[in-house]
Nanobody, 115 residues
Framework: QVQLVESGGGLVQAGGSLRLSCAASGSIFNINFWNWYRQAPGKRRELVATMTSGGRTNYADSVKGRFTISRDNAKNTVYLQMNSLKFEDTAVYYC?????????WGQGTQVTVSS
């Protein structure tokens, strides 16, 4: 079993920055991807950023150039650096990792951007 603990959310003014962290523990092996999702009220959960086990990254168009996903293998932690935050970035952010067979989810952390 894998446990994910997210942190770093909060309230920030538009234009500001936050860094989210997702620390993984447990049986961490055969992990093919590390992802960040977000879900705003009344909207579907969307994939924001992804990193493969080989380090390849991809981003939603809405966050390209502003968000950066990174990983510290020694700490089993994935990060999401969010810069130039906009009101529309307000959402609950979730980390997820797994492979083709299984996906593990964090509990989510709230990010609120004030305009």
């Amino acid at each position: 079993q894998v446990q994910l603990v997210e942190s770093g959310g909060g309230l920030v003014q538009a234009g500001g920055s936050l860094r989210l962290s997702c620390a993984a523990s447990g049986s961490i092996f055969n992990i093919n991807f590390w992802n960040w999702y977000r879900q705003a009220p009344g909207k579907r959960r969307e994939l924001v950023a992804t990193m493969t086990s080989g380090g390849r990254t991809n981003y939603a168009d809405s966050v390209k150039g502003r968000f950066t996903i990174s990983r510290d293998n020694a700490k089993n932690t994935v990060y999401l650096q969010m810069n130039s935050l906009k009101f529309e970035d307000t959402a609950v952010y979730y980390c997820a990792l797994g492979n083709l067979a299984t996906t593990y989810w964090g509990q989510g952390t709230q990010v609120t951007v004030s305009s």
